[in-house]
């Protein structure tokens, strides 16, 4: 039954074409742009070291917890949470992890869209000449203020992604992911040794990794949990969706920490370019911002001999990191009603992704765009409640549904169905039934209190 299963669905590849994939889906804008927004924003290399522990100590035990319920049950999250326990209130993860989907894609989409502005932009020479922080920032803003432009850019890029998720999955993800990964893996290592050597470098490099614990705070925890639910696609389903396609023989644990580990590695580069080429510019490392990717890759660029090549590399990598991205968050509410409501791939890619582009039009218009939605910050708001609230809140629930309701020995026997080890068994037990809920919820109480004032 599960092999014809299995075949029906289309499993992956082989084992590497797995974590492939799941690391396309990993890696993307969250570690590109958003990891050193957010890095900038609350107070440097603080935020780094309590993300590397967010990552090692919750983000790996939730990656390991989906991707078991996902294999076990060969579904869906809507359909896995069912066939666990069925009937049963816990099915509202799924559907919280199918809303979050659609929302998520709907601003992701946004950002992704000006990638491909920027592919455009550099190749039409936007950046040739002396490139300074006041160019950057000129071109940066007109450009996210543009309204026809950003959102016909946002109605480009959800159509790159309805499209290849209506193809099918294992046609549409791995093929891309392959090629792709390796190339920016080794483009960020250059970029980031270009950085390291930058005049100015270490006030970058100071900030980016000396911590100053006076700037710890509850909302720093917040938002680097946030970052690393975030970063590693955890906390909506997306990692129960892909584990449905790991193949029975291959060992979970290992699967998990190659993916949390080069996530957390990009995430990692990518400041060490951004904080030394900001110092290089003159300018804090506390600037912060969505555009902050869009004015500092641009200033390194200029300072690289054929610095125009390696631009637009980047951004079209960048673009193609964001697709992968993309695809799996399409993936989790168009799997659902495939398998759940049996409606055509075709169609639900289709209506899935025409509803995110009409949400994505708001945070698209919040740069500038349009008055109203700038002024509320329409896109921040959003990032916050699905990017961080809403997979922190399903995170502790995959937690809690594993650790209490389907039962640690349940998901044991499943991550040794391929006769692996599992060394930190007990750690992983310690941190799926105790830390990883409880540091959760001492989080969301916090937020409670920080909006309550
Ligand atoms: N992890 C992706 C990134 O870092 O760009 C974004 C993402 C994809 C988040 C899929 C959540 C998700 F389910």
């Known amino acids: 039954m599960d092999g014809q299963e299995t075949i029906k669905r289309g499993a992956w590849g082989s084992k590497t074409a797995f974590i492939l994939a799941a690391t ?17 924003q609350n107070g440097g290399a603080v935020f780094v070291l309590v993300y590397i522990l967010a990552v090692a100590l919750i983000g790996f035990t939730v990656m390991l917890a989906e991707l078991t319920i996902g294999r076990h049950t060969q579904k869906n999250p809507v359909g896995a949470i069912g066939h666990i326990k069925p009937r049963s209130p ?23 869209g000006w990638t491909i502005g920027y592919i455009v932009k550099t190749a039409t020479g936007a950046f040739s000449g002396e490139v300074t922080s006041q160019l950057t920032e000129k071109i940066y803003t007109e450009f996210t203020s543009n309204p026809l432009q950003v959102i016909f850019l946002l109605f480009l890029f959800i159509g790159m992604t309805t499209y290849i998720v209506s193809k099918g ?9 392959k090629v792709l990964m390796p190339i920016l893996f080794l483009l960020i290592i250059f970029l980031a ?16 990794l000396k911590p100053d614990f006076s700037k710890l705070s509850g909302t720093v925890i917040l938002f ?25 023989s291959d060992n979970l644990v290992s699967s998990a920490g190659w993916v949390t580990f080069s996530d957390t590695l990009i995430a990692l580069l990518a400041g ?3 904080f030394p080429t900001l110092a290089f510019s003159g300018q804090p490392g506390d600037v912060g911002g969505f555009g902050l990717v869009f004015k500092i890759f641009p200033i390194i660029f200029s300072q690289i001999p054929g610095g125009y090549i390696f631009a637009l590399l980047f951004f079209s990598l960048l673009c193609g990191a964001a697709l992968t991205s993309t695809i799996s968050l399409l993936e989790v509410p168009v799997a659902y ?28 218009l919040s740069f500038g765009g349009m008055k109203i939605f700038t002024r509320i910050d329409f896109f921040g708001k959003f990032d916050f409640i699905f990017g961080n609230i809403s997979l922190a809140v ?22 040794f169905s391929g006769n692996h080890k599992f060394k930190i068994k007990p750690l992983w037990v310690f941190s799926l039934k105790f830390l990883s809920p409880l540091a959760i919820i001492f989080i969301l109480i916090f937020i409670k209190k920080l909006v309550s004032g």
Request: charged share 15%.
């Open 24 to 40: 396309g889906s990993a890696i993307g804008l969250g570690n590109i742009w958003r990891f050193p927004t957010m890095v900038s």
């Open 90 to 112: 816990w099915k509202f993860i799924g559907y919280l992890g199918v809303i979050t989907g659609v929302c998520i894609l709907s601003y992701y989409s946004v950002v992704a």
């Open 169 to 177: 999955v294992k046609k549409g993800i791995e093929r891309w992911t």
């Open 193 to 208: 040794v270009r950085a390291l050597t930058l005049p100015g470098a270490s006030t970058g490099i100071a900030y980016y």
């Open 224 to 248: 680097a949990l946030g970052q690393a639910f975030f970063s590693l696609s955890l906390g909506m389903g997306t990692m129960i969706t892909y584990g449905s396609y790991i193949s029975k």
């Open 272 to 274: 060490l370019i951004i």
């Open 337 to 364: 009603l495939v398998d759940e409501r049996e409606w055509s791939r075709k169609k639900a890619a289709l209506i899935v992704g025409f509803l995110s582009f009409v949400i994505g039009v708001p945070a698209a």
């Open 394 to 415: 399903g995170a502790l629930l995959i937690c809690v549904f594993v650790g209490y309701v389907w039962g640690v020995k349940n998901a044991i026997k499943e991550i």
